[in-house]
């Protein structure tokens, strides 16, 4: 270091002494140590300081760190620049060169029993730790990283003690504020009434939080022109009125927060309300906060919320946002709660129809809640057990429940609702007699439409009587085997005939073990497949309403600036999409969905498939088409045909991975009897469809569960376990099948047959390019649904296609209309109503106007009910503008004279 000329003269700092060359630079508390009058300092002038000194006061001086040096037993305070801040207003420059204990008598109850170790050699650490420090002129919560380190002599006696320092006020009040907003939005999250949701909301700023001392909040009733007290926390009950009228005046101005829409910081409340409780703090608060709370989607407030402002804490603008956030978060509770008050009862009559259903199912059947309690049961288990639903609710069914299986019963059932997925067990149930049967139990997570897990929905088969007969078939094949062992032993000429017997009758167990797997899967589908076709009809009626309006709404601000808005809107199409194409995979698995086969060339539409094959790969796959010419025409519905070989694609490209050869061929194929029950059971001509990958292949494990439905062995939300059950069902309700040969780590192919049509076979054409130029372009249509959001949706879409929409609730008001003078060109009528059905108003409504064409829309699943019922004359939910557009337009054109069954059985 250069040494300091003396000959040099600075205004107010005098020329430093070579012994003083350490508060050379140091910024400028450097400059003020050498200005600064040490005489009546415990430790002297700085000449004069110990060479320790020294040196831990230039290392201070000349870091950008926080320092403080406390030197003697009298901790004598020397700090750098960047510790100044620490010492507020109200304590530097005082603290330079004065008692520890003077400067810091507030806390010297906390850092002098830690200073007092210094002098034994010990180190100290602390890690956020509270020092409530008077240095703006009050008593302020501050958090400090800090250590404590002694400074030795040569001679290695302990001087004085260093000290780093970090002050984490600012890290540790954001990181309680946002664990406070945390808890808010948990406890806010599930949807439930307004009062019970705002007062768990004060429950969670009551739980020991110093940020908010007390919280009160008022709501507006239902007239709009009192505000009434919800809840509080914090406050006695005499400090504030249960109600307070909206144009008045209140001693915490929450009706005038609430009319502006502006907050207001209330000063001195102990002039008010005397003295109110500080929290945390010693303190009594004088300070709140009152903000609105704001009703979402309008600028105006639905409400006002009081909240008290820590006495040790100065409201900055980090603390007025956050508590912006608390008053945010109250008005997105209540803002759910009443849009899920408004959806309750759509919900209760959804679920009353899926207890109809479920009643009049030949299974029996369990629900439970999302705390794994069963909250009901349909008939079919209560007539197996002998029991009320009383009885059963809660943990009442396990009465029935055989001692020995009820611990294996717990620990599946627990282990499946924990990690949320499907489970099947085995166990014994006492039936209303008294005789234990063996059922077959299975249960899958149940989830609302916001994606909240609600609980379970469980099935249970009585398998009794086919474990009595594998039970008869386990003995038989013992038998056979200790008989066969015994004559090897006896009669050695006649062991090859025995051994011929004895693999024969091994082939009859085996398969009649395999005919009792294929009747229990059958049984499982059947039951899956009545289940998903009873809630289809709901679940596309609301899918009908949701697209309706969301095309509406996107035609109408199709011009909008507002790009998040629109986002939004395709975005909810696209989920009610998604909706709609999961409903369509559960119903082809369980096949139910309604097929309309055509006479239809797979080589040309694998051909113009390759592209779409192509990006659905991505590039680093190789696809390669066989198409073999002169393949026979199939006879199938075309619109599955692409799904058939995309869900194919995805599957092999899954199983490939990095990279690999995709092979989709066409070829003839004549077939015997089947070898298994998912290939064709009919003998003869199939078109076939073949797709191969050099993919991982299967196990023969995995091979026998293939076709199960939700059985996938990609891992969560990589499959949703339907591709190759939905193509099985679309092959079986095609009168086709499909066949898997696969080989681990070879790849897999995958042999999809079709019936080969005939030339009268498929008699329905698609209409012409001039007979659709010919379509009418207008017409009166009457809108015949019990549904009122379909029926607004459906005339909405017709009025928007230039028709006119008459608007009926029930096949009597329909009568009604068709008898009066309005004259109505085509019916479109809802097929499942409550009352009188669609099929029987159609049928009285023809009666009386033999001309008028029927439209049926459904969103009913079941194929067998609508299998009378040409698809001419039929319009799916959910449905778009121009589906019901062409759909009124060929009515119109195909008008037939004549009964409703004539009508029905003209092409």
Not at 178 to 204: K, P, Y
Not at 396 to 401: E, I, P
Not at 609 to 630: A, V, Y
């Amino acid at each position: 270091m250069t040494e300091p000329r003396s000959d040099i003269k600075t205004v107010g700092i005098r020329p430093l002494e070579p012994s003083c060359a350490f508060l050379a630079g140091g910024g400028e508390m450097g400059a003020l140590m050498r200005t600064h009058d040490w005489s009546g300092s415990p430790i002297g002038p700085p000449e004069q300081w110990p060479d320790a000194l020294k040196m831990a006061v230039s290392i201070c001086l000349n870091s950008r760190f926080p320092m403080l040096l406390g030197w003697g037993p009298e901790f004598v305070m020397l700090y750098n620049d960047a510790y100044r801040p620490i010492l507020g207003t109200t304590k530097h420059p005082a603290s330079l060169g004065s008692r520890g204990r003077d400067i810091m008598p507030e806390i010297w109850t906390i850092i002098g029993p830690q200073l007092a170790s210094i002098w034994r050699g010990e180190a100290t650490w602390s890690h956020d730790l509270l020092l409530p420090l008077n240095r703006n002129n009050y008593i302020e919560e501050a958090y400090f990283t800090y250590s404590y380190s002694p400074i030795k002599h040569a001679d290695g006696r302990i001087g004085g003690v260093f000290t780093a320092v970090t002050e984490t006020t600012d890290r540790v009040l954001s990181e309680r504020r946002l664990r406070i907003l945390r808890e808010l939005a948990s406890c806010t999250a599930e949807v439930r009434g307004v009062e019970s949701a705002c007062q768990d909301a004060i429950h969670v700023l009551g739980a020991y939080n110093p940020d908010i001392p007390f919280a009160l909040l008022y709501l507006l009733d239902e007239a709009g022109d009192r505000l009434r007290a919800i809840d509080s926390t914090g406050l006695p009950y005499d400090a504030y009125a249960a109600e307070v009228a909206l144009q008045g005046d209140d001693p915490w101005s929450v009706s005038r927060v609430v009319r502006t829409g502006e907050p207001v910081l209330l000063h001195d409340l102990s002039a008010s309300f005397g003295v109110l409780p500080g929290g945390t703090a010693p303190e009594p608060t004088s300070r709140a906060l009152v903000l609105p709370v704001a009703r979402l989607g309008t600028a105006a407030s639905t409400g006002a919320l009081v909240l008290g402002i820590n006495p040790r804490r100065a409201l900055d603008d980090d603390y007025r946002g956050f508590f912006e956030l608390v008053a945010g978060h109250f008005a997105t509770a209540i803002s759910n709660a009443r849009a899920y008050s408004k959806s309750i009862d759509a919900l209760r009559l959804s679920e009353a129809r899926f207890r109809d259903f479920a009643d009049s199912a030949p299974v029996m059947i369990w629900v439970s809640d999302a705390n794994a309690v069963c909250s009901w049961f349909n008939r079919a288990w209560l007539a197996f057990t002998g029991r009320t639903l009383e009885q059963e609710l809660g943990q009442g069914w396990t009465d029935n429940v055989h001692p020995e299986d009820w611990e294996r019963w717990q620990k599946t059932y627990r282990s499946a609702f924990e990690q949320r997925e499907p489970f099947r067990m085995g166990c014994r149930l006492r039936r209303h007699d008294g005789e234990w049967r063996h059922l077959d139990n299975t249960g899958v997570p149940h989830y609302a439409e916001d994606g909240a897990f609600i609980g379970y929905i469980g099935s249970c088969t009585d398998v009794t009587d086919v474990r009595r007969w594998e039970a008869a078939l386990r003995r038989s094949r013992e038998e056979a085997l200790r008989l066969n062992e015994t004559l090897e032993q006896r009669v050695e000429e006649r062991t090859k005939d025995l051994a011929a017997a004895n693999r024969q009758l091994l082939a009859e167990i085996e398969e009649r073990e395999k005919v009792a797997s294929e009747l229990r899967q059958m049984q499982r589908l059947d039951a899956i497949g009545q289940l998903t076709s009873g809630v289809a009809h709901d679940f596309n009626n609301l899918l009908t309403v949701i697209l309706g309006n969301v095309s509406y709404l996107e035609k109408t601000w199709a011009q909008s600036d507002d790009a998040k808005l629109l986002r939004r809107l395709s975005h909810t199409r696209q989920a009610a999409e998604r909706g709609a194409k999961l409903i369509a995979q559960l119903l082809a698995f369980s096949r139910r969905q309604r097929l309309e086969p055509r006479t239809v060339n797979l080589n040309d539409t694998v051909g113009k498939m390759r592209d779409l094959l192509q990006s659905t790969m991505g590039g680093s796959f190789e696809i390669e088409t066989i198409l073999t010419p002169g393949v026979w025409p199939a006879l199938v519905d075309p619109t599955q045909i692409e799904l058939v070989v995309l869900n194919l694609a995805i599957n092999a490209r899954d199983a490939m991975q990095l990279g690999g050869r995709l092979t989709v061929a066409t070829a003839n194929a004549s077939l015997g009897e089947p070898l298994r029950s998912e290939e064709p059971q009919k003998p003869g001509d199939y078109v076939m469809l073949t797709v191969s990958d050099t993919g991982s292949g299967m196990t023969e494990e995995v091979l026998a569960k293939a076709f199960e439905p939700f059985f996938t062995t990609k891992r969560v939300g990589k499959g949703s376990g339907l591709g190759l059950s939905q193509v099985l069902g679309f092959a079986k309700q095609s009168e086709g099948g499909v066949q898997i040969e696969t080989k681990l780590g070879e790849g897999t192919t995958v042999r999809v047959y079709f019936p080969r049509s005939t030339p009268s076979s498929d008699d329905r054409r698609p209409l012409s390019a001039e007979a659709l130029a010919a379509l009418p372009r207008s017409a009166v249509v009457l809108i015949v649904d019990d549904d009122e959001h379909v029926r607004h949706v459906t005339a909405t879409m017709l009025e928007a296609i230039g028709h006119t929409a008459i608007e009926a609730g029930s096949g009597g008001a329909a009568l009604e209309i068709l008898a009066g003078k309005q004259k109505i060109d085509v019916a479109l009528i809802d097929f499942a109503m409550p009352g009188m059905s669609g099929v029987d108003l159609a049928r009285e409504a023809r009666l009386r106007l033999p001309a008028l064409p029927i439209v049926f829309i459904t969103g009913y699943a079941d194929s067998t009910v609508l299998a009378s019922i040409r698809h001419e004359h039929i319009l799916r939910k959910p449905f778009l503008e121009h589906d019901l557009d062409l759909k009124i337009r060929a009515a119109l054109l195909h008008k037939h004279v004549g009964t409703l069954d004539e009508l029905m059985s003209l092409g």
